[in-house]
């Protein structure tokens, strides 16, 4: 019997979940997979149990992440929000090192962050055959600045290493490739299919992760806007 593949899918979104699930049911159904939630999601640790209770995946993993930002001026704020950057760089160097361990085939995320780069890193540390995919989250996805990123010179950039990152993907998930407007270079892109209304298995699985089956379906517009 073939040894099946072990994907892990990193979610910082309610849309990134519902792009993930697709992606995961439409490309992955066979392989065993991992989907770890952040906390940058209003009620995540919520949408995580519910993930759980689905038992479409083999573990959901709920981290405390949440980006520092300077908010405020002054010395005291610039301490503050040092502190913080490291913090999430300590979080995310030990979470990377506890997860490089489970032998990933696969990694599949959207946001460029701390996080990734460090997993990206990790990853193939252990597996140099571990294939980097990214998909996208709406049109700035598509767009250069999500190629840019942040200002060239600012210090979250560095940390990232984007330009890096995005030289070790592997495969892009797009629902319109025709529309990107920066270069993957030699990654594979993918065309995501829509999502088929009659596959109940998929919509059962998302109406479970956000608890949609005890909700009064009103909406009557052509259009969700999250």
Not at 85 to 99: D, K, P, S, W, Y
Not at 122 to 129: C, F, K, M
């Amino acid at each position: 019997m073939a040894k099946k593949r072990k994907i892990l899918a990193i979610c910082n979104t309610p849309f990134q979940i519902v792009i993930a699930s697709h992606i995961l049911h439409t490309y992955y159904k066979d392989s065993e997979v991992d989907i770890l939630v952040s906390d940058g999601i209003r009620g995540g640790e919520q949408l995580a149990d519910n993930a759980r209770k689905t038992n479409a995946f083999r573990r959901v993993l709920y981290i405390h992440n949440r980006k520092t930002f300077l908010t405020e001026k002054g010395w005291m704020a610039k301490i503050r929000y040092a502190c913080g950057r490291a913090g999430e760089v300590i979080r995310c160097h030990q979470l990377a090192r506890t997860l490089a361990n489970e032998g990933y085939d696969e990694l599949l995320f959207t946001n460029i962050s701390i996080l990734t780069k460090l997993l990206t890193t990790s990853l193939l540390r252990v597996n140099p055959q571990c294939k980097i995919c990214i998909f996208e989250e709406g049109m700035i996805t598509y767009t250069q600045t999500y190629a840019a990123g942040d200002a060239p010179h600012s210090l979250y950039r560095r940390l990232c290493d984007r330009e890096g990152l995005l030289a070790k993907v592997s495969r892009v998930y797009l629902r319109h490739p025709e529309f990107l407007r920066w270069d993957v270079g030699r990654a594979q892109i993918f065309t995501l299919p829509p999502i088929n209304p009659n596959d109940w298995e998929l919509i059962s699985m998302l109406n479970k992760i956000f608890d949609y089956e005890h909700c009064p379906d009103r909406y009557d517009r052509r259009i969700i806007f999250f």
